[in-house]
Structures are given as C-alpha cells and as structure tokens.
C-alpha cells in the first residue's frame, strides 16, 4: 500500500502543537466537538463503553460525557491525550484500531480520517470493534478544505517558478465517504457537511493557525526544499485579491464532512423490498399521473 502520509511526522507535528499550545487555537477541534456532542445527545440511548479515536485532544469525549449519554472513555491516540489516566489510553498509529472486535457500543472519530494511508481498512476496524448496534460518529475535513490556500499557494509558486508543488492536503469528498461507510458494512449511514468559513486578517495569520493545530503537510512526497519568503509574500497577496471581503480579511473554509453508521443488528429497521409500497407517490403528493410516450 502506498502511504500518502508521513505519520511520523504527524506525531512531531502534534506533539509540537501539544507542547506550544495557545489558548483559541483549538477552535476546529472544539467547533467539532460541540457539535458532535448535540448530535449524541438526541440519541434515545446510553453507551457504557465508548472510545475515543485519534483525536488528539479530549474534548469531544469531555462534552459527549457532560450529555449524560456516555460513562467514561478509552482513548486510542498516538500521542498521549492530556489530562486522561495512562490506563485509559492505548497507543497505535492512525491506521490501526487495536480494539478487541465487539467491545464497543460508541465510537467517536473526531478530525482524523483525513490522514489515514488506508482509509476503508479503518473503517473496516471501527465496525469490527463496535457490538452489534454500536454507534459510529465520525467527523473529517472534507473537500474544499484550506481550498483557497491551495490555490493561492499552487498560483504564486507556478508564476514565480514555472511549476507547483503540493501543499495542502487532498481532501475526500462527502458522497466518497459515505460509499466508504458502505463498503465498510455500517448499517443506516449518514453523511452530512457542516461549511465553516473562518475570516483572518491575511494568509500569515491562518498559517499561525495551522501550525499550531499541528495540521500543516505531511505528505510523504512533499517537497524537502524549503519554500521561498518571496513565494509566501506573493500567495499572500494572491490570497487577499481573490479571497477577501469588503472589509480586507480573507476567508479560509474548513467543511467537516459529519458522519454516523451503526453496526449491523436484527433489529434495526430495514429499507422496504421495491414494490412493496401500499400507496402511490402521485396520490401522496396529489398530482395526475403521467404516461411515458410511446
């Protein structure tokens, strides 16, 4: 298999934004967390053995608990989660899931699907570990993410150099990943995106941004050579030609890409067979039949 991702560096890069952490800095992650927690909470359920997986920090499973809906999690990083006891923390790569198949009835995957090398053998894992009836809740950047740094980065570099190295992350899109939940044998998957467009005052500032969230490349193929202050200077300009508002701050869109499945039990509802309906559509929605010309 090839590895898009370097996730040894995905580990220096996540333990230097741990290390360095700046308050405000997390608003992703916590933007995320909230609203995977409100998604929880109208669920007519209690999940006594939830688990955490490759978030990176502990507040989806901070506020998911604060629900009432959950006791208290396991954490699969390959980081160690601050905060969390070392017995409720297992190590791995983001490739791997080592939970013993059946063992959890609630799995929360936060803003990390997007830097596994295999991701439908992840979620392959993720059914395996759920019991029948588990619940998945996953959330991952989605296409167009940091979409105008691609571009205003891809355009300064062609321009200054004749040609252009990849520096953002390619991003999945929402209907890849809900045939992946498919794929993978999750029952009644659904797939929803939720577009926040964050503003900053220039380029520089959402570069500050990125690092400190530990989201900047780790491709394996990216370039080793260091990239030029006169590149950065004319992206940034790039940037703020093409993407600003009337007032001079420019947009930068993070779409999360929310996802949920259950694994396969007897007794969740079942699509009808085709041609089982008792009514028609044209009397449901009181308009005249139409015949199809010969």
């Known amino acids: 298999m090839d590895r898009l991702f370097d996730h040894t560096l995905l580990r220096q890069r996540r333990l230097r934004a741990l290390a360095g952490f700046e308050p405000g800095t997390d608003f992703l992650v916590r933007r995320v967390a909230e609203d995977m927690a409100e998604r929880l909470s109208?669920?007519?359920?209690?999940f006594d053995h939830p688990?955490?997986?490759h978030a990176g920090l502990p507040l989806a499973a901070t506020m998911m608990k604060a629900t009432g809906k959950t006791a208290d999690f396991t954490y699969v990083d390959m980081c160690g989660i601050p905060g969390?006891?070392?017995?409720?923390q297992v190590f791995a790569e983001p490739d791997l899931v080592p939970l013993e198949p059946g063992t959890a009835d609630l799995i929360v995957?936060?803003?990390a699907l997007h830097v596994t090398n295999d991701t439908p053998g992840v979620l392959v894992q993720l059914r395996h570990a759920l019991k029948p009836d588990g619940l998945l809740l996953a959330a991952t950047p989605g296409a167009g993410t940091l979409g105008e740094l691609r571009e205003s980065l891809l355009a300064a570099e062609s321009e200054l150099t004749g040609g252009a190295n990849t520096r953002v992350h390619p991003f999945a899109d929402i209907r890849d990943y809900g045939a992946l939940l498919q794929r993978a044998g999750f029952a009644l998957p659904v797939a929803?995106?939720?577009?926040?467009v964050v503003r900053y005052p220039d380029m520089f500032a959402l570069l500050k941004d990125v690092r400190a969230m530990g989201m900047?490349?780790?491709?394996?193929?990216r370039?080793?050579?260091?990239?030029?202050?006169?590149?950065?200077l004319r992206a940034a300009q790039i940037y703020a030609e093409r993407f600003s508002d009337p007032d001079g701050r420019i947009r930068a869109s993070f779409p999360v890409v929310h996802l949920s499945g259950w694994a396969p039990h007897?007794?969740?509802q079942k699509p009808l067979k085709p041609g089982s309906a008792k009514a028609r559509l044209a009397d449901a929605l009181k308009t005249p039949e139409q015949k199809l010309p010969r």
């Open 42 to 46: 109208v669920v007519e359920r209690q």
């Open 51 to 53: 688990v955490l997986v």
């Open 192 to 196: 929803d995106i939720d577009d926040i």
């Open 109 to 111: 995957s936060p803003l």
């Open 84 to 88: 969390v006891e070392p017995d409720r």
């Open 216 to 221: 900047t490349s780790i491709l394996t193929d």
């Open 266 to 268: 007897e007794n969740q």
């Open 223 to 232: 370039s080793r050579k260091p990239a030029s202050k006169s590149l950065f």
